[in-house]
């Protein structure tokens, strides 16, 4: 699995009865139902993410003199980064 992935363990070897997309002004999600009768829920929470760049424009034509790192911003939510 590759760097930012992370993987659902509890969902492992498990079979799936049922699974659905929310996708709602207000909520948007993955829910998979199992056959054992457990689920699992997976929010998806829209993110904005910003990339500063630093340009020289007086000759016509753009010159980029500075990128910054981008930074993601998630509409005022307080969200763990991926480990």
Same mark, same amino acid.
Request: charged letters at 30%.
């Given at each position: 699995? %590759? $760097?930012?992935?992370? !993987?659902?363990?509890?969902?492992?070897?498990?079979? @799936?009865?049922?699974?659905?997309?929310?996708? $709602?002004? !207000?909520?948007?999600? @993955?829910?998979?139902?199992?056959? $054992?009768?457990?689920?699992?829920? @997976?929010? /998806? /929470?829209?993110?904005?993410? /910003?990339?500063?760049?630093?340009?020289?424009?007086?000759?016509?034509?753009? !010159? /980029?003199?500075?990128?910054?790192?981008?930074?993601? %911003?998630?509409?005022?939510?307080?969200? !763990?980064?991926?480990?």
């Amino acid at each position: 699995m %590759h $760097d930012g992935c992370t !993987e659902l363990k509890e969902a492992r070897g498990r079979t @799936v009865k049922k699974m659905t997309v929310v996708y $709602d002004e !207000e909520f948007c999600a @993955v829910e998979v139902e199992f056959e $054992d009768g457990y689920s699992m829920n @997976v929010d /998806i /929470i829209p993110a904005l993410q /910003i990339r500063p760049q630093f340009l020289y424009v007086a000759t016509g034509d753009t !010159e /980029i003199r500075r990128n910054y790192k981008a930074r993601v %911003h998630t509409m005022g939510l307080n969200i !763990e980064p991926f480990k």
